[in-house]
């Protein structure tokens, strides 16, 4: 498969168990955060989003929360299965109004069964 | 099914040998855009367009060039490839708003010895 980058984070968690996977963002203009999936060979995978005026959005066995005091964004998947290895992007628009965004580097989650 | 669609999907090519990369979305998405994915660099913007025949430099824009004669439709050309721009790109689409995910296709590898 594709090799999406070299020495990423690694988080290694136990199948059942929850994730946590945080992402520390700096434009504090930023009023969109989106958390995006990467599987080996594919492209980004939209997983769920949050914008500036919320401090929490859950999804399907999914959570992002968002402290902007800090400027950190988590994602939190619960009872995590074999199928979400992978590795998990967030990502911030340019600033209020903006199209354009700023990935992270990434956190690779590998989930031992 | 809504999809992203690049082509090719893999190609080994020379310095200096025109190439385009094709990118087509069936959601009648306005926002298009263009991604390198470098390891170590994460997933950097070369462009975007907003709507039919108005597009902007991203990021990383050196190197290539861009069209969008058709909203489906966004092809990214590098008129004379150099060995810098070996790299995985993805295409993305989404709807108008800032506030819109983007959707990305599974990517194109490029090889340029």
């Known amino acids: 498969g594709e090799s999406v980058g070299l020495h990423l984070p690694t988080l290694s968690v136990q199948e059942g168990d929850n994730s946590i996977i945080n992402c520390a963002y700096s434009?504090?203009?930023?009023?969109?955060f989106i958390w995006y999936k990467q599987e080996s060979g594919k492209g980004p995978q939209f997983i769920i989003d949050i914008r500036s005026n919320m401090d929490k959005r859950q999804g399907q066995r999914v959570t992002v929360l968002l402290n902007k005091t800090v400027k950190h964004l988590s994602l939190q998947i619960a009872a995590t299965q074999p199928g979400d290895s992978a590795v998990y992007f967030c990502?911030?628009?340019?600033?209020?109004?903006?199209?354009?965004?700023?990935f992270g580097k990434g956190t690779k989650l590998s989930v031992i069964p | 099914e809504a999809q992203v669609t690049q082509n090719p999907r893999y190609l080994i090519t020379v310095t200096g040998k025109k190439l385009t990369v094709t990118c087509s979305q069936n959601m009648n998405h306005e926002y298009m855009s263009w991604y390198r994915q470098d390891p170590g660099l994460g997933l950097r913007q070369i462009y975007y367009s907003m709507n039919v025949e108005v597009t902007d430099k991203g990021d990383v824009p050196e190197g290539y060039k861009v069209s969008r004669k058709e909203k489906r439709n966004f092809p990214l050309i590098l008129e004379s490839p150099s060995p810098n721009q070996t790299s995985l790109y993805f295409c993305?689409?989404?709807?108008?708003?800032?506030?819109?995910?983007?959707?990305f296709g599974d990517g194109t590898r490029l090889s340029i010895l």
């Open positions: 434009n504090s203009a930023s009023d969109y």
């Open positions: 993305a689409s989404s709807l108008k708003g800032s506030n819109q995910p983007q959707h």
């Open positions: 990502a911030e628009n340019k600033g209020a109004g903006s199209y354009q965004l700023t």
